[in-house]
């Protein structure tokens, strides 16, 4: 219960100070430039959805059998070295090469590289003591990383002239220390111990992982596409306000979802999936709930937070909410389909989502409806046809399984 109300409170302080780096940084980067920013964001995660999110499922899903053969974690340690040297000496060709050619952009390339690697670094290790049960370093981690993105961000635009790489620039720096946090924590409480036995194995990685990586780029594709293609045809402005506003849905409904998710998704791997029904309908729940919390002081809350020029849309913050909320029911189905051995069908689970949303984007294009306000239609849309299809695929896998059992208990 301790460790429930700690959690609820880091989470309730990372949300408070998540909406004081918004007023930030709306307050000292204009709408281009923070459509430019999230444009890097977006080419940045890139890495994050081809290699590092794949991976680390890989490593969740193997927690519990390589702890029980080495003792520890140390041939994640070992596995993990050898892929950031394979990264980052793919990283130093790409910067030479654009130095080569377009120098100017060599910072940007820079920044958003090393910033994908520590995101994962930071994310990896969390859903690790998360998993083995040590929350409360979780906790502390999200409170760290949040405090130091508004104090380097807000000491950077003191000194500096404020551009869209210094926001970047201070979530690195905010990521690089919460990284150091959490591998000293690792290491006091000896979770890289163990025998040193190679485990992993890349082409085990790869067999097990390379659904996930196609998932991942299509998700992310289909949530963050739109600013691929909106800033280079000239609507970053409307990129920078559509993805402020609904930033700050994303931060409410994250808040939430991570709280509910440290506690009962290790119940979902703990119970082979036995757990994931009655994980959804709290899921559900949740998000009804923090939705219709939203829509009350939603237009509040964008008032205090920004300016003239975002007040007019706050409505845009519920696409935030349903958005990024259904990941807390998709993340669920993920882990579920993983351990039923089913990997290959969130292929097309994904290939759906982008699908459902080229042709969304597609039809408004074609009517010539693309604006503001309806930026946010395809995301949502195509993010629920997921839910849908991966819940009845949930559901007719549950009726399968039991028409086993039944048949196997008769004979």
């Known amino acids: 219960m301790k460790g429930i109300a700690f959690n609820a409170i880091s989470r309730v302080l990372v949300v408070g100070l998540q909406l004081i780096n918004i007023k930030l940084y709306t307050h000292f980067l204009s709408a281009d430039q923070l459509g430019f920013s999230f444009f890097l964001l977006t080419i940045s995660y890139s890495a994050n959805a081809l290699l590092f999110v794949p991976v680390d499922y890989y490593q969740q899903a193997k927690l519990a059998e390589i702890m029980s053969k080495s003792g520890g974690l140390r041939p994640f340690l070992r596995f993990n070295g050898a892929l950031a040297a394979y990264y980052f000496a793919f990283f130093l060709l790409v910067i030479f090469g654009c130095m080569m050619i377009r120098p100017d952009y060599a910072v940007y390339i820079a920044i958003v590289w090393v910033f994908a690697f520590f995101l994962y670094l930071v994310?990896?290790?969390?859903?690790?003591?998360?998993?083995?049960?040590?929350?409360?370093?979780?906790?502390?981690?999200?409170?760290?990383?949040?405090?130091?993105?508004?104090?380097?961000?807000?000491?950077?635009?003191?000194?500096?002239?404020?551009?869209?790489?210094?926001?970047?620039?201070?979530?690195?720096?905010?990521?690089?220390?919460?990284?150091?946090?959490?591998?000293?924590?690792?290491?006091?409480?000896?979770?890289?111990?163990?025998?040193?036995?190679?485990?992993?194995?890349?082409?085990?990685?790869?067999?097990?992982?390379?659904?996930?990586?196609?998932?991942?780029?299509?998700?992310?594709?289909?949530?963050?596409?739109?600013?691929?293609?909106?800033?280079?045809?000239?609507?970053?402005?409307?990129?920078?306000?559509?993805?402020?506003?609904?930033?700050?849905?994303?931060?409410?409904?994250?808040?939430?979802?991570?709280?509910?998710?440290?506690?009962?998704?290790?119940?979902?791997?703990?119970?082979?999936?036995?757990?994931?029904?009655?994980?959804?309908?709290?899921?559900?729940?949740?998000?009804?709930?923090?939705?219709?919390?939203?829509?009350?002081?939603?237009?509040?809350?964008?008032?205090?937070?920004?300016?003239?020029?975002?007040?007019?849309?706050?409505?845009?913050?519920?696409?935030?909410?349903?958005?990024?909320?259904?990941?807390?029911?998709?993340?669920?189905?993920?882990?579920?389909?993983?351990?039923?051995?089913?990997?290959?069908?969130?292929?097309?689970?994904?290939?759906?989502?982008l699908l459902v949303m080229e042709i969304s984007f597609g039809y408004l294009y074609w009517v010539s409806k693309i604006s503001l306000t309806t930026v946010g239609v395809p995301l949502l849309v195509s993010q629920w046809m997921v839910v849908f299809f991966m819940y009845l695929n949930f559901v007719c896998g549950k009726k399968h399984a039991n028409n086993e059992s039944i048949e196997y208990k008769n004979s």
């Not at 998700?219 to 559509?242: A, D, H, K, M």
């Open 123 to 353: 994310q990896v290790l969390r859903n690790v003591f998360n998993n083995l049960e040590f929350r409360g370093f979780v906790s502390v981690s999200f409170i760290q990383e949040a405090v130091i993105k508004v104090l380097v961000f807000y000491g950077l635009v003191s000194c500096l002239k404020a551009d869209e790489s210094l926001l970047i620039l201070a979530w690195l720096i905010s990521l690089i220390l919460s990284a150091i946090y959490l591998v000293y924590k690792a290491y006091k409480i000896k979770i890289f111990s163990g025998s040193n036995v190679p485990l992993i194995v890349a082409k085990d990685v790869y067999n097990f992982s390379y659904p996930f990586s196609i998932g991942a780029v299509c998700n992310w594709l289909q949530l963050q596409g739109y600013r691929l293609i909106l800033v280079p045809l000239g609507f970053t402005e409307e990129v920078g306000v559509f993805a402020t506003l609904s930033s700050v849905g994303s931060a409410a409904i994250s808040a939430v979802s991570l709280i509910y998710s440290q506690q009962f998704t290790p119940l979902i791997y703990k119970t082979a999936g036995e757990f994931t029904a009655r994980y959804l309908q709290g899921a559900i729940a949740v998000l009804i709930g923090v939705a219709l919390a939203s829509f009350g002081v939603g237009e509040f809350v964008v008032k205090i937070l920004t300016n003239s020029n975002f007040e007019p849309h706050w409505k845009l913050l519920l696409f935030g909410v349903l958005t990024d909320g259904s990941n807390l029911i998709i993340g669920a189905l993920i882990i579920h389909t993983t351990l039923v051995g089913n990997t290959k069908k969130i292929i097309l689970f994904s290939l759906l989502g």
